[in-house]
């Protein structure tokens, strides 16, 4: 299945999802948690205890690794929290048609309610400007067709209305939506573009974080593949475009990283929140130092797929965020790259 997309919801709470090859032999409950985000690890294992998760028509254990071709059926347990309400926050809508719509999503927003996170989120903010939502992922996720992390900025998708929903999340099971992002990365990739594969799943000591899992790793990863273009170098910086084949948690920032450059200012994955121009330049005057960039320098930037109802193709794009100029400015004036001759 693909993780950035949940399964969709009946009316009563049951979704039935079928088990590919490439998730095979990962524990039942391991792959709950990764078909359904919004729910822990324990909250799983209570379903599968009470007899609300079926394999094959048949109770399971928590510890049964899933094979290719299996039916798991799940009914999801009641919300413990009040549904969200409808909240004035601004939002700069790309596209909208009466069957969906496509908004560019500000850094410093979580896609939907979830612990910790009950106010403030996109889910608020879309039912205070449209009258109408798809509740095929619950009211919780009501219109999230996808995801992107709270501090990545650009597209994401907004379905109205059921159908459209399952249609699109049907192109994003299939890798038919084409996805592309904009980085700053903390090093400087040698390539002008590559792919990067390996298989990604939950580090094995920090369980926050995901990582690209060896061979000989007992957590089984699933398999994801991300191409790059390096569009500028910096000294010690690159501008790349990424386009995500594969939709794993965290992929573009674990892949990245992987080759020695992380997202720049990706707390997670590089160690570091914000970059300040004192560290471009040193030595510069401390009443001109300032804050360049709080958040990780990861933006989606286009987005392209089929209308299911409309039956053309739509193609949105989001401007770079006034941060991302700012800092990409200062890395010219400041770090300009110049080629090593041998």
């Known amino acids: 299945m693909h993780p950035s997309t949940t399964p969709v919801l009946s009316p009563d709470r049951t979704a039935e999802v079928t088990v590919r090859r490439k998730v095979e032999g990962c ?3 391991q792959y709950l948690v990764s078909a359904f985000p919004g729910f822990s690890r324990s909250i799983m294992q209570k379903a599968i205890d009470g007899g609300s998760v079926l394999v094959n028509d048949a109770p399971a254990k928590s510890s049964y690794r899933v094979r290719n071709g299996d039916r798991v059926l799940v009914r999801l347990p009641e919300p413990t929290h009040d549904l969200p309400v409808p909240e004035d926050i601004p939002l700069t809508i790309i596209y909208e048609d009466e069957f969906l719509a496509v908004i560019n999503k500000p850094a410093d927003m979580v896609v ?3 612990k910790g996170n009950w106010s ?4 608020n903010a879309l039912q205070f400007h449209f009258s109408q939502l798809s509740k095929a992922n619950g009211e919780y996720r009501a219109g999230i067709v996808h995801r ?7 597209v994401i998708l907004v379905a109205k209305e059921e159908q459209t929903h399952r249609d699109l999340s049907m192109q994003f099971e299939q890798r038919k939506i084409f996805k592309e992002y904009t980085a700053i990365t903390a090093g400087v ?7 990067i594969e390996g298989r990604i799943g939950r580090h094995p000591t920090e369980r926050i974080k995901m990582a690209v899992l060896d061979d000989d790793e007992e957590e089984i990863g699933k398999d994801a593949c991300s191409y790059y273009e390096t569009v500028e170098r910096f000294n010690g910086y690159s501008l790349c475009r990424i386009n995500p084949r594969t939709g794993r948690t965290h992929q573009i920032r674990v892949h990245l990283a992987s080759v020695g450059c992380p997202v720049l200012a990706d707390k997670v994955y590089g160690g570091r929140d914000s970059l300040r121009l004192s560290e471009l330049t040193p030595g510069i005057d401390p009443e001109a130092d300032e804050v360049l960039l709080a958040r990780q320098a990861l933006h989606a930037s286009r987005l392209r797929f089929f209308h299911p109802r409309l039956r053309e193709v739509i193609e949105t794009t989001a401007a770079l965020p006034a941060e991302f100029e700012k800092t990409l400015a200062a890395l010219r004036q400041h770090r300009p790259f110049r080629k090593v001759v041998r």
């Open 189 to 195: 990739l040698d390539r002008d573009s590559d792919y």
């Open 148 to 154: 992107l992390d709270r501090d990545t900025s650009g």
């Open 112 to 114: 939907h309610p979830a």
């Open 120 to 123: 403030g989120t996109l889910v």
């Open 27 to 29: 524990r039942l409950d």
